[in-house]
């Protein structure tokens, strides 16, 4: 009688650690796939802000481009990490205004463009250009 206790005292024991090693790989992946997402948000934001802070006259309205064409790096790494991402630019003028200012004229344009990333992300930005 005292074999078959230990017998399954081994045995809940085997089962318990089982479960808890389990559980830990679940955590690594959840951490994993949460690290992916995280490296992906951080390349696409990059990759806009890098074409939304770059010249206007660097790329062709409406169509889309690699960032390779767009954009002169001469970094290896970085031009290795965007040579395959391919972004389209809308720029769309909204309002063409003249203000006059006693003796100065101000004449304000101002644009929408529409930046959309491998057909997924889409941000706009709104800008003023006074002449």
């Given amino acids: 009688m005292k074999k078959s206790f230990f017998i399954i005292e081994v045995m809940i024991s085997i089962l318990l650690i089982s479960g ?4 830990l790989f679940k955590i690594k992946n959840n951490n994993l796939n949460f690290l992916n997402k995280y490296n992906d948000n951080t390349l696409v934001n990059s990759s806009f802000s ?20 767009i954009i002169n790096i001469k970094n290896t790494n970085v031009s290795n990490n965007i040579k395959d991402i391919k972004i389209q630019v809308k720029i769309k003028k909204l309002k063409d205004e003249e203000v006059k200012l006693e003796d100065t004229k101000i004449n304000i344009i101002s644009y929408e463009s529409t930046y959309t990333l491998a057909n997924k992300f889409t941000k706009k930005i709104y800008t003023i250009k006074l002449n």
């Fill in 20 to 23: 808890i090693i389990l559980s």
């Fill in 50 to 69: 890098v074409v939304i802070l770059n010249n206007i006259n660097n790329y062709k309205n409406n169509e889309k481009q690699y960032l390779k064409d």
